[in-house]
């Protein structure tokens, strides 16, 4: 027929491999022919020439896995998606709230303790160093405890820490309850965003988490403008 086949083994994996044969005219089989007795390559290619694999070689390929299907969430009729994204809307802003009302509570208590601006300073940089250290541990525990656990331990870390403020005056004792309580609240802020981005229809992701972070924002205004409402007595 004029046609020469050259058969090479390629090796897929240290268990799989397969021969890759290739078909050449009979002027392009000379052509290599000549070219392998004086050990060179031109790199000349021929429009007859086909890489392929032949059937039936009994060699093993590896099989094609089936496309990635959509994720949990993604599954998730609309309804439940809407669901989900209203309690956690709900759930931080109520949280957050609470959290920017207490700090503010807190320079009070201690004012009215006879500490100065500087243990005021100190308490409240202590609450967000307390965000700047959890903020790189929150994928490492949600990945360990699972994201439901993570919502209900940043909402109970802040109640303890309250708890711990009203039952001591001392000082290291409110610096330690604002350290861990900016831990919780770095947990609740960032696993609450992700959530949106996955409740959120695909199409849509952008704005829901924007509407998200407007409404974590709004919560430093609504957290003292409570304690104004409600006074910091009593």
Not at 148 to 172: D, F, Q, T
Not at 196 to 210: I, M, N, S, Y
């Amino acid at each position: 027929t004029g046609v020469s086949v050259d058969c090479q083994p390629i090796v897929d994996s240290p268990t799989t491999a397969h021969r890759q044969c290739t078909q050449y005219s009979a002027g392009a089989a000379a052509d290599r022919a000549a070219s392998n007795r004086t050990g060179r390559r031109d790199g000349r290619t021929d429009p007859m020439s086909t890489p392929f694999h032949p059937a039936g070689d009994g060699a093993a390929r590896p099989a094609a896995g089936p496309p990635p299907g959509p994720g949990p969430v993604d599954a998730l009729p609309p309804a439940v998606r809407r669901r989900g994204l209203a309690v956690i809307f709900a759930s931080t802003f109520l949280e957050l709230s609470g959290y920017f009302m207490l700090m503010p509570l807190v320079t009070f208590g201690l004012l009215e303790r006879g500490h100065g601006a500087t243990m005021v300073g100190r308490v409240g940089a202590a609450m967000w160093a307390g965000i700047l250290v959890a903020t790189p541990l929150v994928a490492r525990f949600v990945q360990r405890f699972g994201r439901i656990a993570a919502l209900w331990v940043s909402a109970a870390v802040p109640l303890a820490c309250a708890l711990g403020l009203v039952l001591s005056s001392w000082w290291p004792v409110w610096i330690v309850c604002a350290f861990v309580s900016g831990t919780g609240s770095a947990l609740r802020w960032i696993v609450a965003e992700a959530s949106v981005a996955e409740f959120a229809p695909p199409g849509r992701r952008g704005r829901w988490v924007g509407l998200f972070e407007t409404m974590v924002g709004s919560t430093f205004v609504v957290g003292p403008a409570l304690l104004a409402w409600t006074g910091t007595q009593g």
